[in-house]
């Protein structure tokens, strides 16, 4: 179900229409202003379905208890299915009167069952309900999100299969480091998004926890069933304390932790996917439908894709920083302040929803310059460490090792010469320990080959990383596939 914009609110504004759940104690309605800083239901309408799924579990423990007779308990029960069908289809819509989804279902209900309608209320409260729609919403779209990143795992571990012998420039701090492969290169984007996914397992875990039942926060002496209704809901268990139930919101902090981070990881290949598409790196060029022009300069390809990924970390942040800030100092039990949790917890899903498919898209369709990549694999002496390690296997100290590989690079350095362009006579010059045969190791390929290591960057590592990879997301799909929530 989408969201409902502020405008497709603003008719049926009477006071007299108000479809209030607390008036009995007012002389009068709300003030407008009062009425328009509280209203939710523009954003939190999305929860409908939530809503009425934690309605229909209501409903049974209710009867469960005997205050529900069967025949009521059916007819509730019909008219939530009408309701969930009329919220889909869109015949039923929230107006600014209705508060929020709460409110707005109440009504539907009341349309459809007159005064029965108003036995749901029993032993529930909107902090209760609130609590669990968004568990429920968080944990099912918190599934979406997993295949999303498990679909950009995919292309990132489809182009590291081309390029698992690649050579590439390794960097520290941007400079020329060691040759890497650029497979191992593209694994190394990979090895975040699957502790991000382990994160979202993780607090998907915690977050099996029902609220429902705990009411507004003392619990119920109505003979409800938390547990009972838990299980309908698709949660591991009800709650421990029905004060925590109602005044936790660590699910929600800690699920836009999940997305920062993620953001924060997206934003890193991001910028190195606009480096490697300018002019001065030259390693990666666009497919055409994942890049965009200018609309001044003709000749212009601009990596959109990457730079919006960089920029919507800010914003994946920023989500964190605002819920972190808005409970802190928050006593104990609801309080109204909690309603901006929503927002920013759907403005993640939906930021990712949307930036996720069209990196994956980007990063599978993109042709990587093997012949620029491999140009600039040896360039800025990144073979030195080789002729240290050289040395060393011959039995000198690493540090002298260093030092005289130094000396070497200076010469070089004023040569204008490689590594193994130096002659015989300089190389004896430079050290007694250095000879020719130290350019058996100035080879891309030869330091390649050297790291056979587990998770280093030669051919061989690379090959198995690239398998073990593939194997947990294959993992993760079936994880992400799976329907917790109820439906
Ligand atoms: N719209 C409210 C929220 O999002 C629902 C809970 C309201 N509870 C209350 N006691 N006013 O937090």
């Known amino acids: 179900m989408d969201q409902v914009d502020d405008k497709s609110l603003t008719e049926n504004s009477a006071p007299a229409n108000r479809t209030s759940l607390w008036g009995g104690r007012f002389a009068g309605g709300p003030s407008e202003a009062l009425a328009r800083l509280s209203v939710s ?41 009408d309701l969930e069908a009329a919220c889909a289809s869109g015949a039923f819509r929230p107006t600014v009167d209705d508060e929020d989804v709460h409110t ?5 209900l009341l349309e459809r069952l007159g005064s029965l309608g108003g ?14 729609d968004l568990r429920l919403y968080l944990r099912d779209h918190a599934r979406g999100v ?68 705990a009411g507004a926060l003392a619990g119920s002496g109505l003979p409800l069933d938390p547990v009972a209704v838990s299980k309908e809901l698709g949660f591991r268990t009800s709650f421990a304390n029905s ?11 800690e699920f836009l932790f999940i997305t920062a981070m993620v953001g924060v990881h997206l934003s890193r290949l991001g910028e190195e996917v606009v480096l490697w598409t300018s002019h001065e790196f030259g390693w990666v060029e666009l497919d055409d439908a994942f890049a965009t022009g200018s609309s001044i300069m003709p000749q212009k390809k601009n990596a959109d894709i990457a730079e919006l990924a960089r920029g919507k970390s800010g914003r994946l942040v920023g989500g964190l920083v605002a819920v972190l800030t ?53 360039v800025g002496f990144s073979l030195a460490t080789e002729v240290a390690d050289w040395l060393v296997r011959k039995g000198v100290p690493f540090r002298d090792a260093h030092e005289i590989t130094g ?23 430079v050290s007694e320990h250095l000879d020719p045969s130290v350019r058996d190791v100035l080879s891309v390929r030869s330091a390649l080959a050297a790291r056979t290591t587990p998770g280093s960057t030669g051919p061989g590592p690379v090959a198995d990383q690239l398998a073990t990879a593939a194997d947990r997301l294959a993992g993760w799909r079936e994880w992400a596939a799976e329907q917790v929530v109820p439906r």
């Not at 309408?45 to 007779?69: E, F, K, N, Q, T």
């Not at 707005?104 to 539907?108: I, K, N, P, Q, V």
């Open 243 to 253: 004060m925590d139930a109602v005044a936790d919101r660590d699910f929600v902090a």
């Open 146 to 213: 997993a295949s999303r990143l498990v679909e950009l795992a995919d292309a990132l571990v489809e182009q590291a299969e081309r390029h698992v012998d690649t050579a590439a420039p390794g960097m520290t701090h941007l400079q020329h480091a060691q040759p890497v492969t650029f497979g191992h290169w593209l694994l190394a984007h990979v090895q975040p998004l699957l502790r991000d996914l382990e994160r979202l397992r993780d607090w998907d875990h915690r977050t099996a926890v029902s609220p429902l039942g």
């Open 407 to 429: 000396k070497l690079v200076a010469l070089c350095a004023v040569r204008d010469c490689a590594l193994d362009e130096v002659s015989d006579e300089e190389l004896a010059m």
């Open 326 to 378: 808005m409970l802190k100092g928050l006593p104990m039990t609801y309080d109204r302040d909690m309603q901006e949790d929503k927002e920013p917890a759907f403005d993640a899903v939906d930021t990712l929803e949307l930036l996720l498919p069209a990196l994956a898209g980007m990063i599978s369709t993109m042709t990587v310059r093997v012949d620029r990549l491999v140009a600039a694999a040896p």
């Open 41 to 81: 239901v523009q954003f939190d309408w999305r929860l409908a379905p939530y809503d009425i799924a934690g309605s229909r579990a209501h409903a049974r423990v209710l009867a469960g208890a005997g205050l529900l007779d069967p025949e009521e308990l059916g007819r509730i029960l019909a008219a939530l299915d």
């Open 119 to 132: 036995k749901l209320r029993a032993g529930r409260s909107r902090n209760d309900q609130v609590a669990t």
């Open 104 to 108: 707005a279902l109440e009504r539907g």
